[in-house]
T-cell receptor, first 110, second 112 residues
Framework: SQQGEEDPQALSIQEGENATMNCSYK?????LQWYRQNSGRGLVHLIL?????REKHSGRLRVTLDTSKKSSSLLITASRAADTASYFC??????????FGKGTLLTVNP | ETGVTQSPTHLIKTRGQQVTLRCSSQ?????VSWYQQALGQGPQFIFQ???????GRGNFPPRFSGLQFPNYSSELNVNALELDDSALYLC???????????FGPGTRLTVL
């Protein structure tokens, strides 16, 4: 079963614009992570935010976490065509598995 | 440092057959997890191996089984293949102490 649900399912923007993706989840978590997947290949880890953190930055990425609302957002600033990919949030309430949402397909148009 | 590798890249099987997928973990990683990703869906956790023992399993039937070897590489075996087993199978490795998993490129399995 899917733990997280990303919103929107698909997002199309112009190069240079910001992209915001949201994730909601159902149960308590230890951490929430965001991964990127290009064209149905392997996933690449982007950022991890712990349940006691509210915001985290990494380069052009900004992640927020609201445990009271069981939601997270991923902001990509100044997007590039190379950012075109599917983005997944994943929660790890236990120490051995990640539970992924269905993902947001981001298209950045040159 | 070598990343996670998987073989084969693509595989076509017929219903009822058996398949073995292979994964070499990243250097220094002693934990391997397997995921199934159907088209248009997020990855679904199959199971995890740590020190050659199964360390947690998702909602998959017993015909999905696995092995981990002393060098931390791993195999995923699926018996009695069904059409719904068609998917991208992803292997991920990590150190036991880390929540971050490092994924291989996947094996695309098609069951006809």
């Amino acid at each position: 079963s899917q733990q997280g649900e990303e919103d929107p399912q698909a997002l199309s923007i112009q190069e240079g614009e910001n992209a915001t993706m949201n994730c909601s989840y159902k149960t308590s978590i230890n951490n929430l992570q965001w991964y990127r997947q290009n064209s149905g290949r392997g996933l690449v880890h982007l950022i991890l935010i712990r349940s006691n953190e509210r915001e985290k930055h990494s380069g052009r990425l900004r992640v927020t976490l609201d445990t009271s609302k069981k939601s997270s957002s991923l902001l990509i600033t100044a997007s590039r065509a190379a950012d075109t990919a599917s983005y997944f949030c994943a929660t790890d309430g236990s120490n051995y598995k990640l539970t992924f949402g269905k993902g947001t397909l981001l298209t950045v148009n040159p | 440092e070598t990343g996670v590798t998987q073989s084969p890249t693509h595989l076509i099987k017929t219903r009822g057959q058996q398949v073995t997928l292979r994964c070499s973990s990243q250097s220094g990683h002693n934990t391997v997890s397997w995921y199934q990703q159907a088209l248009g869906q997020g990855p679904q956790f199959i199971f995890q191996y740590y020190r050659e023992e199964e360390n947690g399993r998702g909602n998959f039937p017993p015909r999905f089984s696995g092995l981990q070897f002393p060098n931390y590489s791993s195999e995923l075996n699926v018996n009695a293949l069904e059409l719904d087993d068609s998917a991208l199978y992803l292997c991920a490795s990590s150190p036991w102490t880390s929540n971050t998993q490092y994924f291989g490129p996947g094996t695309r399995l098609t069951v006809l």
